[in-house]
């Protein structure tokens, strides 16, 4: 009895299928993206002339290879860095700040144009500690900024708004507001609450 020969398979369109395939999945897969911390450098300012910082007016931070919180090269917890930061910021030592809340200690920071928090890191700290840290101190100026907006809202005609509230609002097209007023109050309350974080790497 004849052998019946295997029937061919015809494999000349599986090129096509698989290169469509891999087309569709390249058009359909979305990629995330890795968003790095939103930071403005400031502005050169050409002076021939040294700055003077008082060592009382910088809060110094530093996050050791073990992930050890040192404030003022003393252990601290994460959770208390926040309340600490603000109380530096807000200290008012020199009695010019008349919107500040704090002790108005003359050992501490004179005035929040004068406050610098200096932010420093190992190169064994892990990346997750350092995005906690950086959350808390930029939620330091985030807290006085806010109670300022609050203070002034009603002022300007802006009333139970925040800081964050405002500065959204100032994004959204939809918002109905005096947008160029409100730009104002936004920029005075940065002119006296300035972010001024300065991060510097371990060697």
């Given at each position: ?20 395939l891999l087309i569709f999945f390249l058009v359909t897969t979305t ?9 403005k450098l400031p502005p050169i300012e050409e002076s021939e002339e ?91 100026y985030n807290v006085l900024r806010n109670r300022r907006a609050l ?53």
């Amino acid at each position: 009895m004849a052998k019946r020969a295997a029937p061919e398979v015809n494999a000349g369109s599986m090129a096509d299928i698989a290169f469509l395939l891999l087309i569709f999945f390249l058009v359909t897969t979305t990629m995330e993206k890795d968003s790095g911390i939103s930071r403005k450098l400031p502005p050169i300012e050409e002076s021939e002339e040294d700055v003077i910082i008082k060592q009382k007016n910088i809060f110094t931070v530093l996050i050791n290879g073990k992930d050890q919180l040192l404030v003022e090269d003393e252990l601290m917890e994460l959770k208390n860095l926040r309340a600490a930061a603000v109380e530096f910021l807000d200290n008012g030592g020199d009695g010019t700040c008349n919107y500040c809340k704090g002790a108005k200690n003359p050992s501490s920071s004179d005035n929040p144009d004068k406050a610098i928090i200096s932010l420093k890191n190992e190169r064994e700290t892990s990346y997750a500690q350092y995005i906690s840290v950086q959350n808390e101190l930029v939620g330091a100026y985030n807290v006085l900024r806010n109670r300022r907006a609050l203070e002034l809202g009603p002022q300007k005609g802006f009333r139970d708004m925040n800081f964050i509230e405002m500065q959204n609002n100032y994004k959204d097209v939809k918002w109905s507001g005096n947008k160029e007023k409100l730009a104002e109050v936004i920029e005075q309350i940065k002119v006296e609450y300035p972010q001024k974080l300065s991060e510097v790497q371990e060697q």
